[in-house]
């Protein structure tokens, strides 16, 4: 079997981010590390799920680089990351752009047909 380059190149960090963020219990952590770092413990209770499948949510953040986390002692505490957030929100900026560009190219041409048919 021959491998193109995109099988054997790593996908871009965006792509974890958007993976990470797709889920909806990560996006309530993340939303609720923006107020202030915040523990293990102290993250999960909100949530309905065993303490181990919570942590995987964490690792997962973790592993996208949306949070850090510290251990003191046995304290994990978590901290949102901004620098992923500002990628992302890069991205969806330029996308944003692209697309507000060929609305205007489109209203433009509709336009130019509209004065044709007068």
């Not at 889920?23 to 065993?50: G, I, K, W, Y």
């Not at 995987?56 to 680089?65: A, S």
């Not at 994990?76 to 996308?95: C, G, M, S, V």
Request: overall charge neutral; aromatic content about 6%; charged content about 30%.
């Amino acid at each position: 079997m021959i491998m193109t380059s995109l099988q054997t190149e790593s996908p871009p960090p965006i792509d974890g981010i958007f993976r990470a963020l797709a889920d909806p219990t990560r996006r309530r952590v993340v939303e609720r590390l923006n107020r202030s770092p915040a523990s293990v413990s102290e993250l999960a209770q909100p949530f309905d799920m065993a303490l181990p499948s919570f942590v995987e949510h964490l690792r997962v953040l973790e592993g996208c680089g949306l949070v850090h986390s510290e251990k003191a002692g046995r304290v994990r505490t978590y901290q949102l990351a901004p620098e992923p957030l500002k990628l992302a929100e890069n991205w969806l900026a330029e996308q944003r752009a692209l697309w507000e560009r060929r609305l205007d190219q489109f209203d433009a041409y509709v336009m130019t047909l509209k004065e044709k048919d007068k």
